[in-house]
């Protein structure tokens, strides 16, 4: 199956510093969403990107689908960011199918400090 | 999203015991998933769901079972539940009939002692 690989595993960071998130992925996708876990577990949407560049506020994400990549930005931090990040494609159609599901990558663990 | 509600939230049992785990959602769209998440990992697609009569099975569905009673409701169940079923269980729905993006409800914890 796929594979999604997001680096780095782990992030710590100063109030109001940027930070980059990357996530690769091994097969052509038709689906890239980016979520943020909160530290109750809750999964949020961030981002619906199979390609191009998309921003909301202090994120941003790009996604090179030619090159098999996604970027997250995250600009200003704040102590509310911190959380686990994660990416998750599904394969395009000339993929060879598979489930209807999203294919998670392991997420980075983003901790920001005051 | 406050449109997919999962009861319940939290859930202690036993080892053997059998459980569901429940999933509503409010805009009666067709395709509804469950995952299962384990400390430290993303997460991994149980079933999925295009609508009552279509049901299949994702990349760790042994072990589970599923019920679509209605297009607005999808239920997990464990028949025998073992300990290396504790993890955090949710539930997604897409937004709207032609759209991909998938949302996620709150989570259901479950440990099985």
């Known amino acids: 199956g796929i594979q999604v690989e997001q680096s780095p595993p782990d992030l710590i960071l100063q109030e109001g510093a940027n930070s980059t998130l990357r996530c690769n992925f091994s097969?052509?996708?038709?689906?890239l969403q980016w979520f943020h876990q909160n530290p109750w577990g809750q999964l949020i949407n961030l981002f619906y990107?199979?390609?191009g560049t998309k921003q909301n506020g202090r994120l941003s994400a790009t996604t090179v689908a030619t090159e098999r990549y996604s970027l997250l930005y995250i600009s200003s931090s704040q102590t509310t960011d911190s959380g686990v990040y994660f990416c998750?494609?599904?394969?395009?159609?000339?993929?060879?199918?598979?489930?209807?599901?999203?294919?998670f990558g392991k997420g980075t663990h983003l901790i920001i400090q005051p | 999203d406050a449109d997919v509600t999962q009861t319940p939230r939290n859930r202690i049992t036993k080892t053997g015991k059998r459980i569901m785990l429940e999933c509503s959602q409010t805009k009666g769209h067709d395709r509804m998933y469950w995952y299962r998440q384990d400390p430290g990992l993303g997460l991994q697609l149980i079933y999925y769901?295009?609508?009552?009569?279509?049901?299949n099975k994702g990349e760790i569905s042994d072990g589970y079972s599923v019920s679509r009673q209605a297009q607005a409701k999808f239920s997990l169940s464990l028949e025998s539940a073992i300990p290396n079923q504790t993890a955090l269980y949710f539930c997604a729905r897409i937004l709207a009939k032609k759209a991909d993006t998938q949302y996620f409800g709150p989570g259901t914890r479950l440990t099985v002692l």
């Open positions: 990107i199979p390609s």
């Open positions: 769901s295009f609508d009552v009569k279509d049901i």
């Open positions: 097969d052509s996708v038709n689906n």
């Open positions: 998750a494609v599904k394969l395009g159609p000339y993929s060879g199918g598979g489930a209807d599901g999203l294919t």
